[in-house]
Structures are given as C-alpha cells and as structure tokens.
T-cell receptor, first 115, second 115 residues
Framework: GDSVTQTEGPVTVSESESLIINCTYS????????LFWYVRYPGEGLQLLLK?????QKGSSRGFEATYNKETTSFHLQKASVQESDSAVYYCALGDSTGYQNFYFGKGTSLTVIP | GPKVLQIPSHQIIDMGQMVTLNCDPV?????FYWYKQILGQQMEFLVN????????KSKLFKDQFSVERPDGSYFTLKIQPTALEDSAVYFC?????????????FGSGTRLTVL
C-alpha cells in the first residue's frame, strides 16, 4: 500500500548540533508521488516546511533540507545546526499528483532542542 | 500566514451523543479536508470536500459521519451517534486548489473524547 515511515521520536539534540530525521515512503498505487515535510509548533496547526514534487530535487526552508530520492524511496530531513526554536513535531507526507489528493502522513517525530 | 481555526479545541461527550466539530478555513480556499489522529498513530485522511460535495472519503469515514459547509461559513464534521473509537484529534485543513502537489493549511485540531 501507500505509506510513510519516519524516525520514531522523541528526538533530543543540543543546540548547534546537526539533525537528521529519516523518512521512507511506499507509493505502490501512486504514479507520481509528491513529498512534503510539515511542522507543528506547540499550540499550532501543521504548516508546510518544504515540498518536492520532482524526483532527484532538493527542497529547503529555514535551514532544513530534504532530497527526494526515488531509488531509495527516501526523503530525509536534515539541518546542519539546530536552534531551540526548531523544537516541534515534524511530519513527513506523501501526496498523489493525479488524485484529489489523499495525503499519507507519517506518525510525526517530536524534536526537542536543548539550549 | 493564512490561518485555519478550529472550534472547540477540546470536546468531551458521552457515547451515543452527537458532536459537531467546526472549522473556519482560509477565506479564499476551495478545498476542505478532515483528518483523524489517534494518539501514537498516523494522521489519517477522512474526507475532502469541494463545491458543496464530498470528493473522496476513506473507509474511516463511517456512515455516522457527515460534512457540510452551509452558506460558505464553517466547514463542519458531524458524528451522530458517537462511539468510543471516535476519540481522537481531528484536524481540519484547506487548500486553494485540489491536487497532490498542493499545500494544505491545517488548524490546530479538536481533541474529541468520547466517554
């Protein structure tokens, strides 16, 4: 089926350390998958962090990066140096270009950055 | 950025009662969605809605569920009657257009507890 698996949380890192949150997807019924990272800060709704709709491309936002790797079916989120304000829950998501869009979300990874 | 508002943030009801969850989507958006997240699990698609009609629904969207947006006001999810397994956080989202490359704008969720 179509699904997303991401790093189980919670994840705790110290400020200025590097971060990687793994995401792999299965798109058995989706011909042209689109990949997203959403972030949810405390008390707020999910908001888009970055998205990539073409395999092989990289998306970036607020110092975060993710590359759409079709060979390994992965879309890992990375940041070279995290800040305390990056503490949030991160969701990887898979979208279907050809449908009315059913998005498939991962369980979310809770990140805490320690000052 | 654009905001989706969900009211109330938390609702507690007795099994068998009716509940209506309200969502105020971004004003110029045309597509509306409900997602359900049980604690510790993925956020899962329930339904999407466009031009006054349900476009797609998942198997989670039981017969007891209904959605509407009367007079272009709140986009509502009604559950009648409720069951214990309906306890979850329900997220509303909206987008300007449909399609699997579109960015969704989410509310902060309504936590529903069915006793």
């Amino acid at each position: 089926g179509d699904s997303v698996t991401q790093t189980e949380g919670p994840v705790t890192v110290s400020e200025s350390e590097s971060l990687i949150i793994n995401c792999t997807y299965s798109a058995t019924s989706i011909a042209y998958p689109n990949l997203f990272w959403y972030v949810r800060y405390p008390g707020e709704g999910l908001q888009l962090l970055l998205k990539v709709i073409t395999a092989g491309q990289k998306g970036s936002s607020r110092g975060f990066e993710a590359t759409y790797n079709k060979e390994t079916t992965s879309f890992h989120l990375q940041k070279a140096s995290v800040q305390e304000s990056d503490s949030a829950v991160y969701y990887c998501a898979l979208g279907d270009s050809t449908g009315y869009q059913n998005f498939y979300f991962g369980k979310g990874t809770s990140l805490t950055v320690i000052p | 950025g654009p905001k989706v508002l969900q009211i109330p943030s938390h609702q507690i009801i007795d099994m068998g009662q009716m509940v209506t969850l309200n969502c105020d989507p971004v004003s110029n958006h045309l597509y509306f969605y409900w997602y359900k997240q049980i604690l510790g699990q993925q956020m899962e698609f329930l339904v999407n809605f466009y031009n006054g009609k349900v476009m797609e629904k998942s198997k989670l969207f039981k017969d007891q569920f209904s959605v509407e947006r009367p007079d272009g006001s709140y986009f509502t999810l009604k559950i009648q009657p409720t069951a214990l397994e309906d306890s979850a956080v329900y997220f509303c989202a909206s987008s300007p257009t449909g399609g699997g490359a579109e960015t969704l704008y989410f509310g902060s969720g309504t936590r529903l507890t069915v006793l």
